[in-house]
């Protein structure tokens, strides 16, 4: 058995001599021809010939999986142009690990990036002065800020139905009353009685209402016991109403919704289309009646829900983690939702230039805009291609930036050490991009077209000195990077503005989150309007809790609506009561308490008054208070206008 073993060894070892030397006969015979091409090309290329024979030969001397490994015996082959010295060490298979072939791609890829490693250049320090960029103009299409008449009085609910207008109102009730008569008919809970636009704007009342106060669930509302006694809700809606609505809540036309469904497979299906009446026009009236400032913020923003449906996504790095993923464009310096989408999914956007670069560019409606703008972005959508696209539109970009994309720089010269100082700055500019590496808690790396490499900021930052004992000390850092964490927060505002009154309620219907979600940008977007129109008329605007109870008061229809035409707006605050010693003749600066119209005459506008309302007699007067902006009766025989400002009010009103 032993004999058989060496025999059979030999025998391999003897076939595998051969054949190498017949491939050495063959290089040899070959010589002629390959010094002619060798003479050629004087430079030569020493990588092409040795790695295709050193292959060859590897393969002719790789052991079968089966057999031990044989290892010949070192043959030393005559050194000629096409069989450098170099290549009798490869064909050793000693020299490379078994199971790792040296392929020629492999070499080829490596030479390949050595070049473009010189071709890049240098990383540079905050030593070497960089070249300030020319930027194009800032040309907006509109006067930024809020379009609307400035010296106009508007009242929170005005401003809120700019978002909410007249024509979306009519068609959910129309839509609802629809669905309710189907979900009757079909023997659902509560009989459906048909709604009205006042009901709507009434459950509205109620739901922005809920966000001011929370409870652990709706019913709690409506609660009886002491530690709730909510009288508020009570005396606006009863509950199985509001429930009888909130069931039936529906956007789209139900004739076209299931002639969408039976779409549902092919191109043409619209996944969104039970929201589409409401989610087309208040993006409309997000870009009509507000023009950015020129610095904008690109973001996500996720709706939280854990519905089952296709488009819900899974965001690990977000507060809100399961929900509808939204792509938001926001003025940074207000926190205004000026343009988003919904994310529908993977075959929304097939341009072949990847999410991030679509979604950009879609919401970017520069048609609208104009010309200057300055986009800041995350690592998710910052890439060089989009920047030079953005730029050839003269829109300049600036955001965090991944170093494994496509278009950075390769280049280890002078580069950022991981264990660089705090505050360590490299930078290097290719054309009209700029790419910038700083050292904060971590590497940061960033791509703009718009900031040069270092402008002599610092910003303050605890770290170790010698005595490894925490102190603060101001370090270098870039133009861009200062600027980024100016301007990114865009987005994150109006989310925290959202997030302070959140109206959202669990549903298991889709479409009813995206409808509280939408309350929440119209009242955002309100509030913001308002604080633009107040301040260009130098006077205090009203916080967000202040402009959410006065906008639930006149949806609700108890505090009555200011004039529109009035040169000193009232108060949109629930009324005040004056004191007892205070008369029609006294006022606090130059506003004084007289009476005057709601309309251009007394057929018109009438609103209930209120001393009246408390006694118990709800009587429509067309006359009010211009500084207490309460509706009183003005006639011989109810003066409730004299009577509100000279005798005490009863003690029950501030129930009212």
């Known amino acids: 058995m032993a004999s058989r073993k060496a025999a059979r060894k030999l025998f391999a070892e003897k076939s595998v001599l051969e054949e190498l030397g017949n491939a050495t006969e063959n290089d040899s015979s070959n010589d002629d021809e390959s010094v002619s091409k060798a003479g050629e090309d004087k430079e030569g290329d020493p990588d092409f010939e040795p790695l295709s024979s050193s292959d060859d030969e590897w393969s002719i001397n790789e052991p079968s999986p089966k057999k031990g490994r044989i290892v010949p015996s070192p043959i030393i082959t005559p050194h000629t142009p096409r069989t450098p010295a170099s290549s009798a060490r490869s064909l050793s298979p000693r020299s490379t690990p078994r199971g790792i072939s040296r392929s020629p791609q492999g070499r080829k890829r490596s030479a390949g990036r050595m070049s473009a490693d010189s071709d890049m250049g240098i990383w540079n320090d905050i030593s070497v002065e960089d ?46 009353n629809s669905y309710g008569k189907m979900r009757s008919e079909a023997g659902k809970k509560f009989p459906w009685v048909p709604m009205t636009v006042k009901e709507l704007y009434l459950y509205i009342a109620l739901v922005i209402y809920m966000g001011l106060l929370s409870t652990k669930t709706i019913v709690d509302y409506w609660s009886g016991k002491k530690i709730y006694n909510l009288p508020f809700p009570k005396s606006v809606m009863s509950r199985a109403r509001f429930h009888a609505i909130s069931w039936n809540l529906h956007l789209c036309n139900l004739e076209e919704d299931r002639a969408n469904a039976q779409k549902k497979g092919t191109p043409e299906y619209d996944r969104l289309f039970k929201i589409k009446p409401l989610y087309t026009d208040i993006i409309t009236a997000c870009k009509t009646y507000f023009h950015p400032n020129r610095q904008l913020a690109v973001d996500e923003r996720m709706v939280a829900s854990k519905a089952r449906i296709g488009f819900k996504q899974y965001m690990k790095d977000k507060p809100t983690r399961w929900g509808y993923k939204l792509f938001v464009l926001a003025d940074s310096s207000c926190g205004y939702t000026w343009n988003f989408f919904v994310y529908e999914g993977k075959s929304s956007l097939a341009t072949g230039k990847g999410l991030s670069y679509d979604s950009v560019m879609r919401l970017l409606d520069l048609s609208l805009l104009g010309k200057g703008y300055h986009v800041y972005t995350d690592n998710f959508y910052t ?78 930052r605890r770290v170790r000195n010698p005595k490894s004992a925490w102190e603060t000390r101001q370090i270098p850092i870039p133009a861009a990077a200062k600027d980024y964490n100016k301007y990114m927060g865009g987005v994150d505002l109006s ?105 251009s005459d007394a057929t018109c506008g009438r609103r209930v008054c209120v001393l009246c309302k408390i006694s118990g007699h709800k009587v429509k007067t067309p006359v009010y208070c211009i500084k207490c902006n309460v509706a009183l009766c003005f006639v011989s025989s109810r003066n409730c206008f004299k009577k509100w400002h000279t005798e005490k009010p009863p003690e029950n009103d501030e129930e009212k």
């Open 131 to 176: 070249e300030d960029p020319v930027l194009p103009n800032f040309v907006p299409k509109r006067n930024p800020g809020a379009q609307l008449i400035m010296d106009r009085m508007y009242s929170p609910m005005q401003l809120f139905q700019l978002f909410f207008p007249n024509s979306v109102v009519d068609t959910i009730v129309k839509n609802t």
């Open 383 to 460: 890439s060089p291609g989009l920047l030079l696209d953005l730029l050839d539109k003269k829109t300049l970009a600036c955001g965090t930036i991944r170093s494994q994309v496509q278009g950075f720089p390769r280049t280890r010269a002078n580069e950022l050490s991981e264990r660089a100082q705090r505050g360590s700055i490299r930078w290097l500019r290719e054309g009209k991009l700029l790419f910038v590496r700083w050292m904060d808690t971590k590497v940061v790396s960033m791509c703009s077209t718009i900031h040069k490499a270092y402008d002599g900021s610092t910003v303050s």
């Open 495 to 599: 989310d925290a503005l959202i997030g302070y009154y959140n109206v959202i309620h669990k549903t298991k219907k889709w479409y009813k989150t995206f409808f509280f979600h939408f309350i929440d940008i119209a009242v955002v977007n309100s509030l913001i309007l308002h604080q633009h129109l107040l301040k260009s008329q130098n006077k205090t605007p009203l916080n967000q809790k202040a402009f959410r109870e006065a906008l639930v008061a006149e949806l609700a229809g108890i505090v009555i609506p200011p004039r529109a035409s009035e040169a000193e707006e009232p108060s949109t605050s629930c009324p005040q009561m004056p004191s007892t010693q205070g008369t029609s003749t006294s006022a606090v600066g130059e506003q004084l308490c007289w009476p005057e119209y709601f309309g």
